[in-house]
């Protein structure tokens, strides 16, 4: 089973641009749909975008569908989560999580993903 670890947290100002790093581990990586969530305090997990396991399909939260790109190196076993233009409400914990599957679907209901990462913290000052 992947195990992930994010990394590329830390402190914006409002229009600055952040790049969020989840490594994995394992040999599962390439056959994984993987997808970021975020969760602000008080708040639910909420999806931010997903990546098919080739990298051919991305998804998006209308929230972040032109500011933030995700993509993918299978030969790095890593995901990345550009975020640009960055705004105060885009400060939470964000997760990267896995999701193995028979047929490849980028879901962005959580609970469809088995694995998930610690999570790093990002801040955006106003």
């Known amino acids: 089973q992947v195990q992930l670890v994010e990394s590329g947290g830390g402190l914006a100002q409002t229009g600055g641009s952040l790049r969020l790093t989840c490594a994995a581990s394992g040999r599962t990586f390439s056959s994984s749909d993987m997808g970021w969530f975020r969760q602000a305090p008080g708040k639910e997990r909420a999806f931010v975008a997903g990546i098919s396991r080739s990298g051919g399909t991305t998804t998006y939260g209308d929230y972040v569908r032109t500011r933030f790109t995700i993509s993918r190196d299978n030969t790095k076993n890593t995901v990345y989560l550009q975020m640009d233009n960055l705004k105060p409400e885009d400060t939470a914990v964000y997760y990267c999580?896995?999701?193995?599957?028979?047929?490849?679907?980028?879901?962005?209901?959580?609970?469809?993903?088995?694995?998930w990462g610690q999570g790093t913290q990002v801040t955006v000052s106003s």
């Open positions: 999580a896995a999701r193995r599957g028979l047929i490849p679907v980028v879901s962005t209901l959580a609970p469809d993903y088995e694995t």
